[in-house]
């Protein structure tokens, strides 16, 4: 599996929109980026997940630049519960369709107020 | 729906006791993970299952076991536990698509 670097934290203002990159230079043709946010001791819960075409949900948008080797997440309105740890995870699809997910350090995202 | 569920919330046990986590999901899922998470640590996977009794070990299986017998529980059993198994331990659901996994509230493990 690629490995992925994040920035170990990060600050961003309450209404502002909150840009969280990751680097993943080594990533393969057929591995997805998906990215996962932990809020306090909470389990992880899924934001998104991209292939090579930017993806926007309910929660967040992610882009994922042309190479595939690096991609940002956006929260485009940050509140103070988006405050979390955010695992950015490149992972390729497996034959039976479950991911085996490896989680790293994170980013640590505080929405200041 | 309850999601995925897991008991107990905390524990401590002491070096050399055995225990069982519980996890339960309620989705229909049919694949099933554990994770063990230490302070200041991503997830690491202990074991995985894509269906009824069909299990397969991850990152980190040496001292734990499981099993699968209805689509529904996933239990994971520690024998001679060691202080190294002080974490917090997640159980997760997923289903045929994989891409979005469900994760419970997690158990606090104290080993002491």
């Known amino acids: 599996d690629a490995k992925t670097t994040q920035p170990p934290s990060m600050d961003c203002a309450e209404g502002r929109a909150a840009n969280l990159p990751c680097n993943h230079s080594t990533i393969s043709g057929n591995e997805y980026v998906y990215w996962y946010r932990q809020i306090h001791s909470q389990g992880p819960q899924y934001i998104i997940h991209g292939l090579k075409n930017n993806e926007t949900n309910e929660m967040a948008s992610l882009i994922i630049t042309e190479d595939r080797k690096s991609s940002t997440l956006i929260l485009p309105h940050a509140t103070l519960r988006d405050t979390a740890v955010y695992y950015c995870?490149?992972?390729?699809?497996?034959?039976?369709?479950?991911?085996?997910?490896?989680f790293g350090t994170g980013t640590r995202l505080t929405i200041i107020p | 729906n309850a999601g995925v569920t897991q008991t107990p919330k905390f524990r401590i046990l002491k070096i050399g006791q055995s225990m069982t986590l519980q996890c339960a999901q309620d989705m229909n899922h049919n694949y099933m993970y554990w994770y063990r998470q230490d302070p200041g640590m991503g997830l690491k996977l202990i074991y995985y299952s894509v269906g009824a009794g069909i299990t397969d070990k991850g990152e980190v299986p040496n001292g734990y076991n499981v099993s699968r017998s209805t689509t529904e529980d996933f239990p994971l059993r520690l024998e001679l536990a060691a202080p190294s198994q002080t974490s917090v331990y997640f159980c997760?659901?997923?289903?045929?698509?994989?891409?979005?996994?469900?994760f419970g509230p997690g158990t606090r493990l104290t080993v002491t």
């Open positions: 995870i490149v992972r390729a699809r497996s034959d039976f369709g479950n991911e085996k997910l490896t």
């Open positions: 997760a659901s997923s289903d045929h698509r994989g891409y979005e996994q469900y």
